[in-house]
């Protein structure tokens, strides 16, 4: 298995506490990730151990029938530098990496979103994916910065 990394920056317009607390509410992230649903799996919701559950598929909103349809990711949280940065383990049967969003705030009114995932596939299976993995974090991610304004 080789280690692939697709990496996405973006400039969202609000201060970074702003943006931290609403990356980091789980639950609501369904609203903006691009056909996603999104739950905690664990007791605890924020924190290094928090476990997630993403579910995404064109039937997302009704998982877990027609679950076959999309991809299961679980995920648990590494690191907690609240406002800052979060990084998490993908520890499904499928989606095996880690994922990372970072932010530094500009200024007063403005922080940049740097996010990146590296995923454990093989370079062709990589190649195959990337450019939807690609633009569909791209889309979720104009979404989110959207949903500042």
């Not at 509410?25 to 649903?37: A, C, I, N, V, Y």
């Not at 997302?60 to 999309?70: A, D, E, Q, S, T």
């Not at 200024?107 to 939807?132: C, G, H, M």
């Amino acid at each position: 298995m080789a280690s692939n990394t697709l990496s996405i920056s973006l400039t969202i317009p609000a201060p970074v506490d702003s943006v931290w607390k609403k990356i980091a509410d789980w639950q609501s992230q369904g609203e903006w990730m691009l056909q996603t649903k999104v739950w905690v799996t664990s007791q605890e919701t924020e924190g290094v151990g928090t476990s997630i559950a993403a579910f995404t598929g064109p039937l997302h909103r009704i998982y877990p029938r027609f679950g076959f349809l999309g991809l299961l990711d679980l995920m648990v949280v590494t690191t907690w530098q609240p406002p800052h940065r979060c990084d998490v383990e993908h520890v499904g049967k499928i989606l095996k990496g880690s994922g990372t969003f970072q932010l530094t705030q500009m200024n007063s009114s403005a922080t940049r979103f740097d996010w990146s995932e590296t995923i454990q596939a093989p370079k062709v299976v990589f190649a195959l994916i990337a450019p939807f993995l690609y633009v569909g974090v791209r889309i979720s991610l104009a979404r989110f910065a959207r949903s500042f304004t």
